[in-house]
């Protein structure tokens, strides 16, 4: 509007009705109370005019001001406290007498002083731009190759407005630029073998980071990748980009170990190495050669693996996932029982380590829960913790190797976590085989750890 000579000064009424009008008797305080009704309703209406239609008002006690509007409204005054169905567009003509183009929507937006149903202009403007988006969404939909791995379809878009996707692409300086990149990354998806998620980054946008975690980009993709039914609402990064065939990168994550290595490595007693994704997608692993003990033991947490370093040279076979497992870790695990080890499996008692033996569960149904009861996470919780952590109770699934458990966690609202066994989690680790009977250790040995 300031690029328009006849718009509001103050840029507060509609196409500058205020030019040249007289207001100053229209905004004393004694005629306010009747341009608050006119205000909100035009904000309701989306009516930033309000020069037509009706509108009810009660008029005020004090006489001084129900006499401030006549010849406005009426011409005597009425009486206090009554409602009255005022005619905008009589009250239109009566305000012309002091501005060839004012309307009662013009003047409630100077006494409110801002601009008038700017909600309800902002909200179309938006609809508009959603709009002008899911159209262009659906023709590159239609340009994609008939084997692309990921084809968005009408469905998907309530999908991602119903996750909040929407509104992030909205936020972005420039929401077009990004649904165009995301739809080069979808198109660049390996339909078989893999990819590099770096190098599909740079050959789509021509940056190698433009998919690093928690970009844009990646959400988007990952979105339309949910919606589509490819990946899982909620799934790690690492997990969801596996599923679509793509490595986050081939160096970074894996797989903690001690005492465990592909068949032909040669590693010196009690030295812990991480194997990389692209090991654990290549290794073949060698078979047990105890049949008495032939446990592969499957930890959460690196300070399991840190205090193993002190058990006895060749007693321990201990993988740590050092956070939530990829699919390929999932799937080195399946090999390695494929193989003739037996997996013992435990976690942290909150939603990343109950998922994680599940992952495990489902991809090696028959490996054992390791320590990981009701009775457990009873006694692991910490009597009196000074940040108890975060329990999204909501995501906590179920725990079908001890369904009381899952009822114990829920019941407290906390969670609890491995290193409370460390003791008995090296005993374990020592011996070569799961405890028998639970941890015994109690809550005042986990006060003094």
Not at 46 to 68: C, E, K, L, Y
Not at 195 to 220: F, K, M, Q
Request: charge should be neutral; hydrophobic fraction near 45%; proline fraction near 10%.
């Amino acid at each position: 509007m300031s690029g328009n000579p006849a718009a509001c000064p103050d840029q507060l009424c509609h196409n500058g009705a205020c030019r040249t009008a007289d207001l100053t008797p229209l905004l004393e305080a004694d005629v306010r109370w009747l341009w608050e009704p006119i205000a909100a309703r035009a904000d309701q209406r989306g009516n930033a005019v309000m020069d037509s239609g009706t509108i009810t008002i009660t008029t005020p006690h004090s006489p001084a001001q129900r006499a401030a509007v006549v010849g406005l409204l009426a011409p005597r005054a009425w009486p206090a406290g009554v409602s009255r169905r005022i005619d905008l567009h009589q009250l239109t003509l009566a305000l012309r007498r002091r501005g060839p183009g004012l309307t009662p929507g013009a003047v409630a937006a100077h006494a409110a002083g801002r601009p008038l149903a700017q909600n309800a202009a902002d909200k179309a403007q938006l609809a508009a731009r959603l709009a002008s988006l899911q159209h262009l969404r659906a023709r590159l939909s239609r340009a994609l190759p008939p084997t692309a791995p990921v084809r968005p379809d009408e469905a998907g878009w309530d999908s991602l407005r119903r996750r909040g996707t929407l509104a992030r692409i909205m936020q972005h300086p420039h929401p077009e630029r990004l649904l165009n990149a995301c739809f080069a990354v979808l198109q660049r998806l390996p339909a078989s073998d893999r990819a590099d998620r770096r190098v599909l980054a740079h050959a789509a946008t021509g940056n190698p980071h433009t998919l690093d975690p928690g970009s844009d980009l990646a959400c988007l993709v990952i979105a339309e990748a949910t919606a589509a039914g490819r990946t899982d609402a909620g799934a790690p990064a690492r997990e969801a980009w596996a599923r679509l065939g793509i490595d986050l990168d081939a160096f970074t994550g894996g797989l903690l170990t001690l005492g465990v290595h592909p068949e032909g490595w040669h590693i010196p007693p009690r030295q812990p190495i991480v194997l990389t994704p692209w090991v654990l997608r290549h290794a073949l692993w060698p078979g047990p050669r105890n049949s008495d003990n032939p446990y592969v033991f499957i930890s959460e947490n690196p300070s399991v693996a840190a205090a193993a370093l002190d058990c006895p040279p060749g007693s321990v076979r201990l993988l740590c996932t050092i956070g939530t497992p990829s699919a390929v870790e999932i799937d080195a695990i399946a090999r390695l029982a494929a193989s003739g080890w037996r997996i013992a499996v435990r976690a942290d008692f909150d939603c990343a380590g109950l998922a994680l033996v599940r992952a495990v569960l489902r991809t090696v149904p028959e490996a054992q829960v390791w320590g990981m009861t009701a009775a457990d996470y009873v006694t692991a919780l910490h009597p009196t913790p000074f940040e108890p952590g975060a329990l999204d109770i909501d995501r906590l699934g179920d725990t079908p190797w001890d369904p009381t458990l899952v009822a114990a966690i829920r019941a407290h609202g906390r969670p609890a976590y491995e290193e409370a066994f460390i003791d008995q989690l090296l005993t374990d680790l020592r011996h070569g085989h799961p405890a028998t009977n639970p941890p015994a250790t109690s809550p005042t040995t986990v006060v003094q750890a």
